[in-house]
């Protein structure tokens, strides 16, 4: 069965792919990440609107508008946390930095936090410790000869919502 894909949004670094199906005279709306069916609604009769779902591994929340253009044409756009797509990126990148290597044939995805130190590799946090040296933050991630102590990849934390307060230590 082919399907009527209106939409394809690729999400950090392509780690998520969504795609939005949208059937104009049924009203039918499939969501799929990666490949993988997570909303289906059959024969709606109202043709606009939005359409809410989870992604990654905390759940975060995103939502596709169906909105009408003219006639029947329409526009869909993607938010994450109530931002545009594009907003949400920029900040994910002004908070994380990402480093995607091949390492003996595997690959990994690596995130820093920089609001947190947190250290993620493929979707798993790393157990790390913080040292201070006069003006400069080491951390030191916690490695095996054979590579990081990763997961799989494909489960990134990129939708991490943290408040946690960082506080700068004291000079000596």
């Known amino acids: 069965m082919s399907r009527d894909i209106v939409g394809t949004w690729d999400v950090s670094d392509g780690v998520y792919r969504i795609e939005f199906e949208h ?5 039918k709306r499939v969501i ?6 997570v909303l ?30 003219t006639g029947f044409s329409y526009e ?21 930095k990402t480093w995607v290597l091949k390492l003996g044939g595997a690959d990994y995805r690596i995130v820093l936090e920089k609001d947190t130190m947190d250290v993620w590799c493929n979707g798993q946090k790393m157990e790390t410790m913080v040292s201070t040296f ?6 030191n991630t916690g490695y095996r000869r054979d590579g ?5 990849t494909g489960n990134a934390p990129i939708f991490a919502d943290k408040t946690r307060d960082i506080r700068k230590a004291p000079r000596r």
């Open 23 to 27: 059937g104009s005279t049924t009203g």
């Open 32 to 37: 799929y990440i990666n490949g993988k069916e």
């Open 40 to 69: 289906r609604r059959d024969w709606m009769f109202k043709l606009v609107g939005k359409e809410m779902f989870p992604v990654g591994s905390t759940d975060t929340k995103a939502t596709i508008s169906i909105e009408a253009i």
């Open 76 to 96: 869909y756009t993607l938010e994450i946390n109530g931002k545009s797509l594009q907003t949400f990126l920029d900040n994910r990148s002004k908070i994380s």
């Open 134 to 139: 006069n003006t400069t933050v080491q951390t």
């Open 148 to 152: 990081p102590q990763c997961g799989r």
